[in-house]
């Protein structure tokens, strides 16, 4: 089964009271005080049963940790919890074992794709080298002991407060799928007083064909709360700010970029010596970039985090080296990419999280004269997600240059001016589409986005069907990518997939919505969709 391989329902309006029988419920990764205060009035409210729950370190936590405690011993008194800390280094993976091997060759065969999955998810927690039968060794215990969890417990729904996507979470949550359970997931909309939650068993892939259909622009919009139409309609705080930040920490093409990457390289080495020799003046941190590597000690990862920077600033040398200024005035499509490891991409984007993949289709199915112009993320070369550095080397810009009508556009240059004059907008889940979208142009997007309901978005699955969908594409004028874009926002909301909260902590305390107003908003949605489950 594919990542988000979800059936197609129909369309189900007005179905908003459930009720909830009683139901044994596995959560993963909960460290929030939002999540524990939500998962407290879903005890308190419906018969759930919390059966087996993953968090982070107590120091980890984000909120008032003398509530999340008593929370925590209220919620999880007959509950089994496991640590991150279990999962973190092979000294603790082995430690595993001792539950009951429950394997069988057949599982093994069954979950070779999750393998595959682990593997690439494991460079998160692996910045030098390791073997894959290293890597392997640290799958089979992990999806033993968590295959034991499942046939030793009777779940009967899982819960996730975002989309799995560290090596040890991916395979709780893809074996529930595997055994059929359940999964209700919240997860990260553009919005920042929004979220999603999606539930598995019956999100649909496309908008049901006949919605609103004789509805116009006005009256979709009438039927949308003000917040909803303000934040739409607004210049996003969030990402403005997201932007301001990434472009300061941006090193594009210039005359002195050499000496800046160079500079840059000193001070982080220097800095990381620092941290690394004297912890003790510094936040505690999980040491997740090396922990497959089995590195415990501050001073050891950080010199660990001092090897992996040559390689990481020495390609953003390159790309800057090949990047050329873009022809504006000619057709082209743009492809934004991902910065990598990243959920965004893996697991989201499935199989397109190469991007080679997704940037030879479309280069491919470009009408004749039209280029393709490719942008590198700009965090994809912060030197503080050093876990980057193994994800793409020169040799990946090297191969998408073999393709005649691709270019490679300077870190420094405006997104903005590249979405304003594009025919067409391209991703595999990011935030370009949906901007795209709010100036009125297509979108392809390759992976599971989050505004992929959206009719004026396409999701080709090969050159034939992208060579298809460009044409129809540009075809739609501004006003019939508005008036698509408004009628899906209207589904998701009107269809609780949608709902007015915030996922992060620090902006509860930010938004413009009372935090209890968010909290009961989740927790309405969550036992609306837990009790639609079979």
Known sequence: MDFFSLPRNAYLRGQTSFKIKHMNVLLIDIYHEFQFKVLKKLKDRTPINYTYATTSFPFNYHGDKNNIEALYKEIFKDCKVDETNNFFYPSNIIKLLKVDWVLTNEDLLKHKRLEVLFYKLSDRGANSHLPVHERRQYYLILLN??????????????LCFDTPHSYFSILIYELGRYYKIPVVRMEHHFLSSFNLLIPDYDFPRHLPENYLQNY??????????????????????????????????????????????????????????????????????????????NIHRPFWYRMSLN?????????????????????????????????????TSTPLAEEYDHQLLPITMIS??????????????????????IANANSRSTLFYDALLELPNVQLVPLNFPSKELIKHAQVVATLTGTIGWEALMTGKPVIAFGNAYYALCRAVGEPHSVEECSRLIPELIKLTKAEVKLEFYRHIHYMYHEKYLI?????????????????IQLNNICDALAGHLGKAI
Do not use: C
């Not at 915030?502 to 209890?516: G, H, K, M, T």
């Open 364 to 385: 491919k199915s470009l009408p004749q004269g039209w280029k393709l112009y490719v942008k590198e993320h700009p965090n994809q070369f912060n030197e503080r997600t």
């Open 500 to 516: 007015q909260a915030s996922r992060w902590e620090d902006e509860f305390a930010q938004s413009q919505v009372d935090p209890e």
């Open 307 to 343: 090897r992996t920077l040559v390689r990481h600033l020495y390609a953003n040398h390159y790309y800057n080296k090949l990047s050329q200024t873009p022809d504006l005035s000619q057709k082209y499509v743009v492809f934004a990419m991902h910065m990598q490891p990243e959920k």
């Open 145 to 158: 002991y968590f295959t034991y969890i499942f046939k030793t417990k009777k779940i009967d729904k899982l």
């Open 216 to 293: 116009s622009l006005e009256q979709i919009q009438a039927d949308l709360p003000d917040l909803l139409k303000e934040e739409i309609e607004k210049e996003s705080d969030y990402l403005n700010e997201y932007t301001a930040r990434e472009s300061k920490r941006v090193i594009g093409k210039s005359t002195f970029s050499g000496f800046r990457l160079l500079q840059r390289f000193v001070t982080k080495v220097i800095t990381n010596t620092i941290q690394g020799t004297f912890p003790f003046l510094f936040k505690k941190e999980v040491l997740h970039f090396s922990s497959l590597n």
